[in-house]
């Protein structure tokens, strides 16, 4: 039975052996002088001040990103149900809009809540 799956031992093998063989070489040969300047965080041109565990994060872009992850799933559901409309018939359909409906009614939640509006 394990015999079955000797080329995909193989290959994972192959990739893990390729990869680090590539990051091995890459570390021995790259050019290696690291000076203050180089090592300073950079965010957009501006001076950091203080630690970055001591400021306050907003929120909101998490929020906002989490809510897209979410109806990007959701789009990914979709197309697979679209490809076996035909096959899966009116109970399916039904299915599918209900599915829908309850992601409708989350996005509705997130927008009574305001996690759609962006404050100063």
């Known amino acids: 039975m394990l015999i079955d799956y000797l080329p995909v031992f193989l290959m994972v093998a192959a990739a893990t052996g390729l990869a680090l063989f590539i990051l091995t070489l890459g570390s021995l040969i790259r050019p290696s002088n690291p000076y203050p300047e180089k090592n300073r965080p950079y965010e957009c041109g501006v001076d950091h001040k203080?630690?970055?565990?001591?400021?306050?994060?907003?929120?909101?872009?998490?929020?906002?990103?989490?809510?897209?992850?979410?109806?990007?799933?959701?789009?990914?559901?979709?197309?697979?149900?679209?490809?076996?409309?035909?096959?899966?018939?009116?109970?399916?359909?039904?299915?599918?809009?209900?599915?829908?409906?309850?992601?409708?009614?989350?996005?509705?939640?997130?927008?009574?809540?305001?996690?759609?509006?962006?404050?100063?």
């Not at 149900?81 to 009116?90: K, N, Q, R, S, Y």
Request: proline share 1%; no cysteine; hydrophobic share 65%.
């Open 50 to 120: 203080g630690e970055a565990s001591s400021g306050l994060f907003r929120v909101q872009f998490f929020v906002v990103a989490i809510l897209f992850v979410i109806f990007d799933v959701e789009a990914m559901f979709l197309f697979p149900w679209a490809v076996v409309l035909t096959e899966i018939g009116f109970i399916g359909y039904l299915e599918m809009f209900v599915f829908i409906f309850l992601l409708l009614v989350g996005y509705a939640y997130a927008w009574a809540k305001g996690a759609l509006e962006w404050e100063n």
